[in-house]
């Protein structure tokens, strides 16, 4: 941190007009950008659990928030390398929500995001149940096999339909023969 001082030469002397201004230095800006938060899973839903990561912390708690969190998610670890914390996601909303870290007596904003609900969620595996946009695409001639009967089946049918019209042509001339 640097500290700036502005000297004055008044009427009367020499007047020490201190302005103490604390210009956080590139180091310590630096610092605050090196924060990085990391939502798990990555597209959560309303009124479920993620787990937060943080890291570029420097100490061993923290706290995280966002307006999709139903309340800030303590932070603790001693690795030095991250910290964790755990909360809820509030119900009824929906979309892309930025993340404040403070860690190191100081609030980070916008160290990441998280996003939420249906927008961009895709099935993990999904169910083959095909119908519309989901039904696998086949090659025409393989739709076409598939599409109704073939010569084998129509002729199949003829020949049962002869034997079945000789059938009844048969019955029908026993019976005028027994009356």
């Given at each position: 941190?640097?500290?700036?001082?502005?000297?004055?030469?008044?009427?009367g002397?020499?007047?020490?007009?201190?302005?103490?201004?604390?210009?956080?230095?590139?180091?310590?800006?630096?610092?605050?950008?090196?924060?990085?938060?990391?939502?798990?899973?990555?597209?959560?839903?309303?009124?479920?659990?993620v787990?937060?990561?943080?890291?570029?912390?420097?100490?061993?708690?923290?706290?995280?928030?966002?307006?999709?969190?139903?309340?800030?998610?303590?932070?603790?670890?001693?690795?030095?390398?991250?910290?964790?914390?755990s909360?809820?996601?509030?119900?009824?909303?929906?979309?892309?929500?930025?993340?404040?870290?403070?860690?190191d007596?100081?609030?980070h904003?916008?160290?990441?995001?998280?996003?939420?609900?249906?927008?961009?969620?895709?099935?993990?595996?999904?169910?083959?149940?095909?119908?519309?946009?989901?039904?696998?695409?086949?090659?025409?001639?393989?739709?076409?096999?598939?599409?109704?009967p073939?010569?084998?089946?129509?002729?199949?049918?003829?020949?049962?339909?002869?034997?079945?019209?000789?059938?009844?042509?048969?019955?029908?001339?026993?019976?005028?023969?027994?009356?």
């Amino acid at each position: 941190m640097r500290i700036c001082s502005l000297a004055v030469r008044g009427a009367g002397g020499l007047v020490l007009a201190g302005a103490l201004a604390a210009v956080p230095s590139p180091a310590a800006a630096h610092a605050q950008d090196q924060v990085r938060a990391q939502v798990t899973p990555a597209g959560a839903e309303p009124g479920g659990q993620v787990e937060v990561r943080v890291s570029g912390c420097r100490g061993t708690t923290g706290a995280a928030g966002s307006g999709a969190f139903a309340k800030d998610a303590a932070l603790t670890g001693g690795d030095g390398k991250s910290l964790t914390g755990s909360t809820r996601i509030r119900a009824g909303i929906s979309g892309t929500y930025e993340i404040t870290v403070t860690c190191d007596g100081h609030p980070h904003q916008g160290v990441g995001t998280v996003r939420v609900g249906g927008a961009g969620a895709t099935p993990q595996a999904p169910v083959r149940a095909g119908g519309g946009g989901t039904a696998d695409l086949q090659p025409v001639a393989a739709v076409a096999e598939e599409a109704g009967p073939g010569t084998r089946h129509a002729v199949v049918g003829l020949v049962l339909a002869g034997a079945a019209a000789v059938a009844v042509a048969l019955r029908s001339v026993r019976r005028r023969r027994s009356d």
